[in-house]
């Protein structure tokens, strides 16, 4: 399924909201409204990121899949936010449109 189609879904347009990249290590990771997501999956088109919980016994569904200057927001979390440090200054933040669906 491309972006494109998963877009026509979404029901709410939030409005841009900053994401922080943490692309420097192994394991990169975001941080969108104080929740860490882990990189899921690079394809050549998106990248999607599961909740940091999603591996977690509480298994938390929410997920964000970002595509240049659009990001889609599926699910809501099962727990309070997980970021819980001051952003980092190897961290990037950019403006994205925040798409929301509700899973
Ligand atoms: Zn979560």
Request: charged fraction near 25%; aromatic fraction near 12%; proline fraction near 3%.
């Amino acid at each position: 399924m491309t972006f494109g189609s998963i877009q026509q879904k979404f029901k709410v347009l939030e409005h841009s909201c900053l994401i922080y990249f943490d692309m420097g290590h192994k394991n990169p990771k975001i941080v969108y409204k104080m929740n860490d997501y882990l990189i899921y999956r690079k394809l050549p088109d998106k990248t999607v990121w599961l909740c940091a919980h999603y591996h977690r016994k509480d298994r938390c569904k929410a997920k964000v899949v970002t595509k240049g200057k659009d990001a889609l927001v599926q699910g809501n979390h099962n727990h309070l936010p997980t970021y819980k440090q001051k952003f980092q200054k190897h961290m990037v933040s950019q403006l994205v449109n925040v798409h929301f669906e509700e899973l």
